[in-house]
């Protein structure tokens, strides 16, 4: 299997990556810095082995995505692309929300990533991680004592809400969209006019992660449309669940969003 990673420098996307690496697949990392794994002796012998490949370039960037893409699939089609592009927010006393500096860094890097796939292979896998609780409906499952944080991190959210109904609009997904409209600072009205036609998008998965920390893969995890009582989850974790369930059993979570917890 060639997995494109972006948004793979660390976190799900690098453990995910690192972990498919050792089973003996291609991964095909999109970074801003090709210099990120220079110390980094686990990625290494995949590097200097060349199932590694980077690939220098910013997915908010259209031009940056055409290029490497092509780079992706010189030498055979990608078969999964793993979209787990985030953003480190500030917390902002005037709006009391961890502030994003560009509200639309998600969702627009994901609109460059599915436009620029190459038409003329078959098309790839896609999944991508946001966050659990961020549609109307998920929140409603989240426990009370987690909702006076989620006041606090909005803009994320927004973000990350942008990104599902990118995901949802392309895949065509039924019943159709409920939730209020993503706000216009990260989808403008006409927004839909950047992507082919509604349904376009043959096999996608969105992650819904609990709230994340860095502790070690347990396998103890929870998966399913909504979790009750879910509080943490960790990135090695929602690694483990993408690289042993998903990808090993695509059909059974193809075209939903999938909630991952303790």
């Not at 961020?134 to 991190?153: E, G, Q, W």
């Not at 929870?222 to 369930?245: E, P």
């Amino acid at each position: 299997m060639k997995l494109f990673a972006i948004g793979a420098s660390r976190n799900i996307g690098y453990f995910t990556a690192l972990t498919l690496l050792q089973q003996g697949h291609q991964v095909v990392f999109l970074l801003r810095r090709l210099n990120v794994f220079d110390d980094d002796p686990a990625m290494k012998p995949f590097m200097d082995s060349g199932s590694a490949k980077l690939v220098q370039g910013d997915a908010s960037v259209v031009s940056d995505m055409s290029r490497a893409w092509a780079t992706a699939t010189s030498d055979g089609p990608v078969d999964t692309v793993l979209f787990s592009v985030g953003a480190i927010p500030s917390f902002s006393f005037s709006k009391f929300d961890f502030a994003l500096t560009v509200p639309d860094l998600c969702t627009a890097a994901l609109i460059n990533t599915l436009t620029t796939i190459p038409s003329a292979m078959p098309q790839p896998r896609v999944i991508a991680i946001t966050s659990m609780g961020i549609t109307k409906d998920s929140h409603r499952h989240l426990p009370y004592l987690l909702r006076p944080l989620y006041a606090v991190i909005r803009s994320p959210h927004a973000d990350k809400l942008g990104m599902e109904r990118v995901v949802h609009y392309s895949a065509g997904w039924t019943p159709e969209w409920k939730e209020n409209e993503p706000i216009k600072e990260v989808l403008a009205p006409g927004w839909e006019t950047k992507l082919p036609e509604k349904g376009w998008l043959k096999h996608a998965v969105i992650v819904r992660p609990a709230i994340l920390t860095d502790g070690e893969a347990l396998a103890k995890y929870r998966v399913g449309d909504h979790l009750k009582a879910s509080y943490t989850i960790s990135r090695k974790d929602v690694a483990h669940f993408i690289t042993n369930d998903l990808l090993e059993n695509w059909e059974k979570y193809d075209g939903k969003a999938i909630t991952v917890g303790n």
